[in-house]
């Protein structure tokens, strides 16, 4: 079993900056491939970047490529998304989870998820 909290988020004008954490419990986290994903009033869940169990791979949507950067650093149990450049059409609740398996662009192949963050960009 696998608890997220996602961290981060806020209200931001066009072009700014923000850092999205998601904090995992549990001893096993490297095991687990993780994504980014967000979902914005009226729209489908939408992936946005995802990574390997070992950080080695990462993997963007193109509306997101350039812009935003996965990582993460397994000794704090802890997946982020550096988020620049950002744009009106970046708003949206963000989430992250996580799948036992390689990394993944769908969303029902992840196991486990956080409850979301709130990104605002104004313009």
């Known amino acids: 079993q696998v608890q997220l909290v996602e961290s981060g988020g806020g209200l931001v004008q066009a072009g700014g900056s923000l850092r999205l954490a998601c904090a995992a419990s549990?001893?096993?986290?490297?095991?687990?491939?993780m994504g980014w994903f967000r979902q914005a009033p009226g729209k489908e869940r939408e992936f946005v970047a995802t990574i390997t169990s070992i950080g080695g791979w990462t993997y963007y949507a193109d509306s997101v490529k350039g812009r935003f950067t996965i990582s993460r650093d397994n000794a704090k149990n802890t997946v982020y998304l550096q988020m620049n450049s950002l744009k009106p059409e970046d708003t949206a609740v963000y989430y992250c989870a996580a799948r036992g398996g390689g990394y993944s662009d769908y969303w029902p192949a992840y196991d486990y998820w956080g409850q979301g963050t709130q990104v605002t960009v104004s313009s």
């Open positions: 549990g001893r096993t986290f490297s095991r687990y491939a």
